[in-house]
């Protein structure tokens, strides 16, 4: 094998790396088909900028920057991208970390995958209805699972419980 052809393979591996990042947690890379499917057209339509990066292509939010890290209200965080209820309230904590997170996901909200992005071995969670990238999963939690649902702000929605929508942050 030449220079040529050594340039030519690594470029090749990289792009089919790249478009299997970019493809997201749709059917390509997951074998899964979600409830919620659209056009990427209209995920980019129905989602702002920020979402659309964290929810479709992966992306982080910038540690700390999320105004659900101080969310402290009674009721539910639900996908940013197809409403679907993931948390309660009840299950959520103060890591410390700059992200919101949760001890427990709501039955049937989440699935994971490993993710192995960047040279690590993670847990990715993604909603379950949409297949929207909203974190990782670590095993540095509190009881009663251990769990910590370090999640993207930007990726849920709270709503608040019948009787807190009135009130104020």
Request: overall charge positive; proline content about 6%.
């Amino acid at each position: 094998m030449n220079r040529r052809d050594t340039l030519r393979a690594g470029a090749s591996f990289l792009g089919l790396f790249a478009a299997a990042r970019l493809a997201g947690p749709a059917s390509a890379e997951t074998g899964t088909t979600f409830e919620v499917t659209k056009t990427e057209a209209e995920w980019r339509r129905s989602l702002s900028p920020a979402a659309y990066t964290v929810l479709r292509e992966h992306g982080t939010e910038r540690a700390g920057t999320s105004p659900l890290n101080k969310e402290k209200r009674a009721g539910r965080f639900v996908c940013a991208g197809c409403d679907l209820p993931l948390f309660a309230s009840d299950t959520k904590f103060e890591s410390g970390t700059g992200w919101p997170s949760f001890f427990q996901p709501l039955p049937d909200a989440v699935g994971t995958q490993v993710d192995t992005a960047y040279g690590m071995r993670r847990t990715e969670v993604h909603c379950r209805r949409c297949g929207g990238h909203l974190g990782h999963v670590f095993e540095d939690g509190p009881r009663p699972t251990g769990l910590r649902y370090c999640m993207n702000g930007v990726a849920l929605r709270f709503e608040p419980a019948a009787d807190q929508k009135g009130a104020a942050l």
